[in-house]
């Protein structure tokens, strides 16, 4: 039995996001996020995504190559259970990508058929494979046979994913994807030509839930489905988990400027201010520590999210913007903090 079987529902778990959900960030979120679990555990999320990597990347990048797309797996033992998202239309690649995520020692392999990136769905990956449902079974089967999902020793295999490409077919989809055994499946609840510029259709979470049961009966190995998209904190998670029976929720948006998203004992509104800046300046030293090879730029995203809703926020915002480094970052907030009550 997995993991993804033991998880009590509902489970809140978090998104995989590009340069965001990074190894500096996702340290934080388990940090600030921590609480305790119903099974006893300390931990942020109920289960951790890594960003997206490339199974092609893994297997025929150069050493450096190889060591900078490593550098998006480097998880601690507080995140667990941590999930290795990886995206691929090479059944090889994703065999042997996934058998390294096993030997790294994860607890799971995800599989990116979701991603709306041009880049990626010229590759045949992410979205695109909605429109081949016989590929992504492939892709599926070899992942779970790198991870050895079906052997003791072996890690599960998952897929996020949407309700369609250009239209919601979840009815002949998502059957397609249960038909060869994920352990869990996240619905983003939009098709892949709507991105993000509707509202998530919660009730077809519903009906995700619905096909599922239909199919599965009341196995208890079944597949586990999450629901994806406007989640807006704990409660609303909560709240769409039980409207939908959906068995998780994942919360992705909502974590940008608030690593303590996951704690259910705390809101960022009630963290001082003094506290925010100090951990967004902790956030940046971790960056540059974990991903010194990265353009510092990358961190300028979270100072948004960070810094608003203050008097003086808009300014500092700016100012903030202008650095390049670490060491300017936190010159600038210890000038903020020094000529500013709070």
């Known amino acids: 039995m997995s993991f993804w079987q033991k998880l009590p529902a509902p489970f809140f778990v978090l998104a995989p996001m590009a340069d965001v959900t990074d190894a500096p ?6 940090k600030y996020g921590a609480h305790m679990r119903p099974d006893g555990t300390m931990g942020g999320p109920d289960v951790t ?3 997206f990597v490339s199974a092609d990347g893994l297997i025929r990048a150069t050493p450096e190559g190889k060591k900078k797309l490593l550098a998006d797996l480097i998880y601690t033992d507080a995140e667990r259970p941590i999930v290795a998202q990886l995206f691929s239309s090479n059944e090889e690649h994703m065999e042997k990508a996934a058998a390294l995520c096993l030997e790294l020692g994860f607890d799971g ?27 992504a079974a492939k892709i599926i089967k070899a992942a779970k046979r790198g991870a050895k999902s079906d052997e003791v020793g072996g890690i599960p295999v998952s897929v996020k994913t949407r309700l369609g490409y250009n239209r919601d077919q979840l ?21 892949r030509k709507e991105m993000s ?37 704990l409660q609303d998670a909560r709240a ?3 409207a939908t029976g ?40 971790l960056f540059t520590e974990l991903l010194s090879f990265k353009n510092f730029s990358v961190m300028k995203k979270h100072y948004k999210a960070y810094v608003k809703d203050f008097d003086g926020a808009a300014e500092l915002r700016t100012e903030l913007m202008e650095q390049d480094n670490v060491e300017a970052v936190e010159a600038v907030v210890q000038k903020f903090l020094a000529s500013t009550p709070y």
């Open 25 to 30: 960030f996702r340290r934080l979120i388990a």
């Open 49 to 51: 995504w890594t960003e």
């Open 109 to 135: 392999v995800d599989i990116n058929m979701g991603c709306p990136d041009k880049s990626i769905e010229k590759q045949g990956c992410g979205s695109a494979m909605i429109k081949n449902p016989e590929l």
């Open 171 to 191: 009815e002949e989809w998502l059957p397609a994807l249960i038909a060869v055994k994920p352990a869990a499946i996240t619905v983003h609840a939009r098709t």
């Open 197 to 233: 510029k509707v509202p998530a259709r919660w009730e077809r979470i519903a009906r995700a839930v619905e096909i599922r049961d239909e199919i599965l009966g009341k196995d208890k190995f079944k597949t586990r489905l999450i629901g994806n998209g406007d989640a807006l904190s």
């Open 240 to 242: 769409k988990a039980e």
């Open 246 to 285: 959906a068995d998780g929720v994942m919360l992705g948006r909502a974590i940008f400027g608030n690593p303590w998203l996951f704690n259910p004992e705390l809101t960022v509104s009630q963290v001082p201010l003094e506290e925010r800046l100090r951990i967004m300046v902790e956030h940046s030293k």
